[in-house]
């Protein structure tokens, strides 16, 4: 008896053994089976970001598939992926086709180019995860063309280091087809100003922004003004201020071909419209400067007064200030 209960014992505990044996293969077998079932997806997306194209000699951003560019202008390319791609990366690359012929640019940057090359930018990344392949690719083309005539105009805009912390300037100009622009001049925007000396004693230059607008169409009204927004919470540290600022035309020309074919340059004169707020002479110092009590009342004429040029472009490239 005592040997056929052994038996059993041993049997049963084999059975059990095997029992688990199966069990533990049957599990494993399955997550096998879940990694064989992984999904992999592949992302194919050739609008993957968008390139910018600017002219750095006007300042200007230019959109479209061709526009004018004119002689010497200094073109910059910039790839910006899409939100979801912001963390891979791309490799890019641009060329100029002329004709049947395609050379490669070293860097995002090109000057020189000549009529009808197209500027081709091209950004490309596959990428591999677990369960994820990636082709990215984005590409723009742009024609360039050039004008039979134009006019260059360079607009500037000072502020003085104090008024600067108290007002955000917006500039409003026209284009040659007539629509308006508007562009907040926040403080990053402003060129530092500078130092310089005369007669021993260092002065501070005006914060300063610049920009170059081209017309390619004759026989238009043009021009450019400027608002000033006040600026909130702006602590009084000083007991009298130097408030200076003025919107200028710097430079302008006309270049080109006339309507009879005729070879036409032409400059405009340099004029300035600073505008001075009068707030009364008690209430500035013996040098001009705005007293502390008196900053607020300064702002509030300032604000409540637009500066702006108006400015005419005649059919054979003339350029003359339209009078008020």
Known sequence: MTMKRTTQKAV?????????VCIC?????????????VKKVTIQDDRAGTFHLYNLSTN????GESGYVITGDELKFEFIPNKEYAHFDFQTSYSIK?????????????????????????ATCDKQSSDTTYHLSAIRTFKIRKPQYYSSLSYYLGISPDLQPFVTPEITYSDDAGNQHTQLLTDDLF?????????????WGDYSWRKTIQYFKWGIDCGMSVRYIPK??????KEAYEFDQGLSVTSGSSNGEGPNGELVFKT??????????NIGADKTTDDGLIKKEFVQEYIDKLVSTPQHVKLH???????????E
């Open 232 to 237: 909130s919470d702006v602590a009084l540290t």
């Open 12 to 20: 049963f505990f084999a059975m059990a053994s095997l029992a688990i």
């Open 60 to 63: 200007n951003e230019i959109v």
């Open 98 to 122: 002329q004709g049947s012929k395609e050379r490669n640019i070293d860097s995002p940057y090109i000057s020189g180019a000549d009529e009808d090359d197209i500027i081709v930018m091209k």
């Open 191 to 203: 060129e530092q100003p500078k130092s310089f000396e005369m007669d021993g004693t260092t002065y």
């Open 268 to 277: 405009f004169q340099w004029i300035s419209l600073s505008v001075t707020i």
């Open 313 to 323: 472009i005649s059919e054979d490239g003339n350029i003359t200030k339209i009078e």
């Open 25 to 37: 293969s049957s599990g494993c077998q399955k997550d096998d089976d879940d990694m064989s079932n």
